[in-house]
């Protein structure tokens, strides 16, 4: 990836960063050279710095002082938090936008639904989720409530990396799909409690898995708060498994 060179290089960096570790390009646990990001946009250390404490106050990466920069370990706590504020957010939303069945949302709508059909039966993971994450956004768009999204957007990246590694279990692309669907039907119906209760099911797939994704990957995973378990540095390099090698995550 290029930097636009007329554009302030610490937000583009901090979004290319964030997009390889949420991605899981960049593993739990894994070092990140400020040195080789530099050479690699062709920037000074500066920027990088500033980047990285970015991602530092969305606890994406871990900066010890004279030592390292990880990318942090996945917090349950964290994504259940920002599960809790979206859920209570989005239910909300989608019922105001049932009473209102504005027609440009939904047709933009089932545009991308059909696209993640698309981009199922391609097993294109990562676009997926670009998707997928477009089809929520356009909801706070077309309530004027895109600062919202925005501040989830921030607060989301454990969470997001939880979905990323339960992309692959068996039946998960299809169930986001249908949930998907039954959003938008209901929504278009004018059904303000099927969209509700549609949502509440969507938004509750990952988590309900949470403790088999862990049992998965426990190399991933922080510690739960107050368990007391010592601290400990997590080893510099985890490979992720390609995705035709990760075990099935039973919903």
Not at 57 to 81: F, G, H, W
Not at 171 to 190: E, F, Q, V, Y
Request: proline fraction near 5%; charge should be neutral.
């Amino acid at each position: 990836m290029e930097l636009d060179r007329a554009r302030n290089a610490v937000p583009q960096l901090y979004e290319a960063v964030r997009t390889r570790i949420v991605l899981l390009e960049l593993a739990p646990g894994a070092t990140i050279s400020r040195a080789r990001l530099a050479a690699e946009f062709g920037i000074s250390l500066t920027p990088v710095r500033e980047a990285l404490l970015k991602l530092a106050d969305e606890k994406l990466v871990d900066i010890y002082p004279q030592a390292a920069t990880r990318v942090s370990l996945i917090d349950i706590e964290n994504a259940t938090e920002t599960h809790f504020l979206r859920r209570c957010l989005e239910i909300e939303l989608v019922r105001d936008l049932a009473l209102e069945r504005p027609a440009a949302l939904i047709a933009h709508m089932r545009k991308l639904l059909d696209e993640q059909k698309a981009l199922r039966d391609a097993n294109d993971y990562n676009h997926f989720i670009v998707i997928d994450q477009a089809f929520h956004r356009a909801m706070y768009e077309e309530r004027g409530q895109e600062s919202l999204w925005d501040l989830l957007h921030s607060r989301g990246g454990h969470i997001d990396r939880l979905r990323r590694l339960h992309l692959p279990a068996a039946g998960k692309l299809n169930r986001i799909i249908r949930d998907h669907t039954h959003i938008l039907a209901a929504i278009r119906k004018g059904d303000p409690t099927a969209a509700q209760n549609s949502l509440r099911t969507h938004l509750s797939g990952t988590l309900e898995s949470a403790n088999q994704i862990r049992a998965r990957y426990p190399q991933y995973f922080a510690a739960p708060r107050g368990a007391g378990a010592p601290l400990r540095e997590p080893d510099a390099a985890r490979a992720i498994p390609a995705a035709s090698e990760w075990p099935t995550v039973v919903e």
